[in-house]
């Protein structure tokens, strides 16, 4: 394969700017180029765009039709006594500072013992500070010092409160939250009163620790949420206790969990596969085609020789028994099918560094005493990047299709012992779930949302490399 | 073309090793074996199967007893099934993927070449921007999209085809169709970059200088030229059938290979998966030594090199 | 005696995305029975466009022929129907191009490439258009020609192709053969050759033949006549001993300056004319030449000049204000 004369990529402003130029007439290429900016948008954001958690089933609403509105009424709260157990960490991040309050049910309760403990030091401290709002059917009666006496529905109850900062240290810490205890009916729900302010960028876990305890909550500024013993989402709640609402737009699963909502969340774990598959392809092949390019002679030949025969290798089959003997876990994934792409990297590389050798620049450098490094750092580098880019672009949409490919034949990907849905591995389940047809949405969006971005990307690659790259124009 | 026929034999029978090489030693180097799974065995049993499939001798010997028995055309026992040779599988097997492969390749020709010719010729006009946006459609939309999106249409909706099944003509239609569709779209684009870039050439001038009519000139002049492209793409494209048939034959349940390997590989049915690799790359080097023969054929300049 | 061919104020223009390039603008020219036309210019002053529309050939889009008619045999080529016109080419006028190494199509054999004009123009069945074919090729002097005639282009050296490719215009004895610099792309030896042979050729088959070149050596070996193009027009037009003995126009002259003679000792230092042919989406004004011309003077930049001298046989035309400056002086 022969690439285009390297010289178009010098870094000279203007050429940039020209291919820039091509790209924007294409108008394919713009609409390719902003649909996937609008998708990776949608993926890094994704817990900002959903409007359910996507593992969130609603037991009583399977198959969903698409467009319905659904109340969550946070009557299904619920909590086992002796258990310990701990949450599944906070998914939703931010920056600064938030607030998270508890919301538990149980039978008795003085308090319950929180055992904090931040997976970063990253977490500098976490508060403790009084509550302001409390439930309707709770009142603040008196201020005593640190306690504080609410009445509620079966009289009054005096209970510390906690107003201290416990900065986090290397050990972890237990904290006692006392808890206030609200009557309702006939089940007693008992309303941690506690605001637990943390200034966090990172993820936090809760271990809850009591005689009584939830088997997971996930408490956000918004929502409280329950999870069963595996992690699943079994309710959320808005954390005033108004009805939580939820518009299935694309209709829900099997297990009534938002379809919508899964897909955003796909869009991330296909995105993931793409974007690091890529990068693992983009260090094997640039580093082994720099390498027979810039040694040349026979070891070149030879390596090429060894990239012509792996051309010729069905990879996929190399890649399922890959997955199917080193278990599915994504880093296997990454390296399996950056392990497919290198090869056009490795020979374009090579074709440019192989051409650029022969420019004067080059030689100039060489005569000037300038190193091996020196010339790769500032000229080869440099100079090859443009192709490279657009290369790279080309390569994602085929991971990105290889990983559904995968998913789809059963072979998910997984993290820490959890299947990773992506785009493949949802129509895969629509087709499962497609009845007579009737559930056509759980095979119909997933399917068309891959196509589409398959087909984004695809025209902005073929843009990039015809802008990039003219004397290549139409030839793949 | 002798010389550079002999080149390619010397070289694709490499390709079929470093695929059979990988396969064997990516699934022995990963931890368990196919019988671990199985519980309540007695030890005593476990050994004794080990020792039935080889597999308490050293890897390297493995190795050598796997090639020696695929030399011969033994490909063992199943691990799984443990009462049938992979032989009797892939005899069993082997003939519906066949030929849902080959009427594919053969739609896709077709298809492809006719489409491609003729956006080439009229280039530029609606019948160009329709064909290569279907084309672009063709080449995104991967088979496991454009399967199910069929059969729901054409099975669930319409009714003009069986969901899935095998057997009968036309139960080979979506199947057939889906296969051929993202190779259908390449050779139709490929067709046409070759054609443009033939049309362009001088001796087309020519051609036409002679008073030959345009269909003439694109029949008899342009296409041999705008194959060859093609023709070189065959050979990857039946890499690409073979992975494709995988899903195909899973949406389908068509009763191939395909659909067999998937499975043999969740089940690390170490005999069936090497048996059924070495089908498959058997069939592609096969394959690819049909098209370099037909290239050759194609270009004089290679033939007689 | 009405000329075989007539040509009247034929134009071509293409529309590109720079702007209407206008490659022949009012082109009128004649050929007579029997004779050897040469057309000088430099590349890009539309030689191979003007032939190529006569016959029928410039691509539309982009192209655009216009013109008052070109008499062919009591046929107006430029308003043929393409099935017409496509029965004129290659049968009685045929043409061959600047580069042999690609004019051949290098996927067929060189017999079917000769014999499918042939096959197509005439009911003639294949072995007799293979003898014909084979009886050409010995005419062209290719050596040992019903063994080479299997063979493939990439066999033949550029040489020989360039006389396949006359042997394949000639397959049908046309009354014209247009000749596309069929030169231009050999080497020297082989260039005296081929036109050589050219020269043999009127002889036997009395073909008239259009010789399209930028080597005034050329014209001076063969042709009859020689027209001098210069953006898209004839700026000089004559017998061709007349023409090289006087010519009229700046630019002929510069021509004659630029080419290396035999008869000038071998150390004179060759002219070229000086400045870039003109841009021809936007040709400047007057007379087109008059930016490169050393005897420019006013009347050059306004207005064109017209088309001067007699039309009689033997006679010498031009398009220049300096021939009629010089015919007022001398009255
Ligand atoms: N298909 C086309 N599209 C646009 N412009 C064209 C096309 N073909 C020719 N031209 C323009 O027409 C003009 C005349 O071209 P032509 O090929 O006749 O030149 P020429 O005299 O034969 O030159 P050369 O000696 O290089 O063959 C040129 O300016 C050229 O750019
Ligand atoms: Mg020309």
Redesign the pocket.
Known sequence: MSTSDPVKFVAGRSLWQDAFRRLLRNRMAVVGAIVTLLLACIAIFAEWVVPVDPTYQELHHRFGVPGQVHDTTPERLFLVEGERTSFPPLRYRGKGTRHFRFLVQQRIATGVHVHLSARSKKVRKIQLTRIDSLPESVERIEVRGDREVFRHGKGEEEVTVLDKEIVLGEKLDDVFLPLLSRASRGRQKLVLNQVVRAETNQTLTFDLESDQTVRGLRIDNQTVATYDLVGRLVQEVRRDGKPFQHRHLLGQDMHGRDLFSRLVFGARISFLIGVVATLVSLFIGVFYGAVAGWVGGRVDSFMMRVVDILYGIPYMFLVIILMTSFGRDVRVMFIALGAVQWLTMARIVRGQVLSLKEKEYIEAARASGGGGFWILTRHLIPNTLGVIAVYTTLTIPSVILQESFLSFLGLSPEWQGQPLESWGALTWNGIQALGTGQNWWLLVFPAMTLAITLFSMNFLGDGLRDAFDPQMKGRT | MARYLFRRILFLPLVLLVLLTASFFLMRAAPGDPFANERGRDPEIQKNLKAKYHLDKPLWVQYGIFLKNLLQGDLGLSTKYKDRTVNEIVAGHLPPSVLLGVIALLLALVVGVATGTVAAVRQNTVFDYSTMAVAMVGISAPTFVVGPLLVLVFAYYLHWFPITGWGSWHELILPAVTLALPFTARISRLMRTGMLEIIRQEFIKTARAKGLTETRIVLRHAIRGALLPVISYLGPATAEIMTGSLVVEKIFQVPGIGYEFVNSALNRDYSLVLGLVAVFGTLLVFMNLLVDIVYGLLDPRIRYE | MTPLLDVQNLS?T???DDGV?Q??SDLSFHLDEGEILGIV????????????AMMGL??SP??RVQGRCARFEGEDLLTLSARAIRKVRGDRISMIF?DPMTSLNPYLRVSSQLTEAMRTHRQVSRKDALDRAVELLDLVHIPDASRRIHDYPHQFSGGMRQRVMIAMALMLEPKILIA??PT?ALDVTIQAQILDLLGEIRQRLGTSMIL?T?DLGVVAGVCDRVGV?YA?RFCEMGPTDLLFSDPSHPYTRGLLRSVPRIDRPSHATLSTIQGNPPN?TDPPAGCAFHPRCEEQFDRCLVERPEWMGDSGEGQKRVACWLEESEAEGSE
């Open positions: 071509v293409f529309d590109t390039v490659a022949v210019g430099e590349s890009g002053s539309g030689k191979s466009v003007s032939c190529l410039v691509p982009p192209g600047q596309d610099e231009t399209i930028h193009m898209g021809m």
